[in-house]
């Protein structure tokens, strides 16, 4: 079976519905304060390093901000705690994104992020393992929810309380790695783990439909024999209210479906292929950075 939420919050039934998932306008602005944190932090990071990627960043920031900070149970102090919540970025990529959230909540300075992409830095243009909060090097695409796949079966086994947490690109559910992790996830009922995939319809050379068609997606994930759920992952009540009623069914993995934009939040980057491999110059980093004060 597979769940839809709402695809628009608003007006008085948005109230309604986010007080019932227990969020208040409070929580719906810090999470807007902190995707717009970190959407900046990508476009300046992206510039100074002449890094690509920066659409995939900017994708996936509104579902960052909301695991970060109200969903994953792990802190800067508490990295290698047993029962800490794991977080894989398969999409790894997309790095700039998860190091400024991480930055902001403490796993490191936020100065830390100027050395990103650069000679001597730490922060590498793919997520990597070592730097603190993350949990696994990623980049080669397909790798990511194996893994979480063994740690989610290591958890239900050491009788552990931990969640695992994968985000996907739809590009990277072209890989047949990807639907072989999500059979043996289904067929271990590792209802501990949740795949979220930034479904924002394009990915390195082109759009998913031309390259190679997922629809529809979350049949897909069902028939695999996962519960699904579909949302707008730009719509910050609908990311939390998904990701706090986990496993969506007992005994199954949850798959949310995130319907995203590539390059969301700056009005010439979305939607725009460009914005995949190329890095903003002077004058586009200033016209992005003007967009996002709002």
Known sequence: MTLKLRSVVGGAHAVAHDLAVGVTSRDLQGFADMARKVRRHVVRMTHAGKASHVGSCLSAADILAVLYCAILRIAPDSTCSAERDRFILSKGHACAALYAVMAERGFFPVE?????????????????????????????????????????????????????????????????????????AAHHELSNLTVIVDYNKMQAMGHVSEILNLEHLGSKW????????????????????????????????????????????????????????????????????????R
């Open 222 to 293: 069902s028939s695999f024999g996962w519960a699904v759920t579909e949302i707008d992952g730009h719509d910050l009540g609908e990311i939390r209210a998904a990701l706090t009623s986990l496993p969506r069914e007992p005994s199954r993995p949850t798959c949310v479906v995130a319907h995203t934009v590539k390059g969301k939040g700056v009005s010439f980057m979305e939607n725009n292929i460009l914005w995949h491999y190329r890095s903003p110059n002077q004058e586009e980093l200033e016209s992005a950075l003007e967009e996002l004060k």
């Open 112 to 184: 830390a992020l100027d050395s990103f992409y650069q000679n001597g830095g730490k922060l590498f243009g793919h997520a990597t393992c070592g730097i603190p909060g993350v949990e696994f090097s990623t980049g080669a695409l397909g790798h990511g929810l194996p893994v979480g796949c063994g740690m989610a079966l290591a958890g239900k086994r050491d009788r552990l309380g931990y969640r695992v947490f994968v985000m996907l690109s739809d590009g990277e559910c072209d890989e047949g790695s990807t639907w072989e992790a999500a059979l043996f």
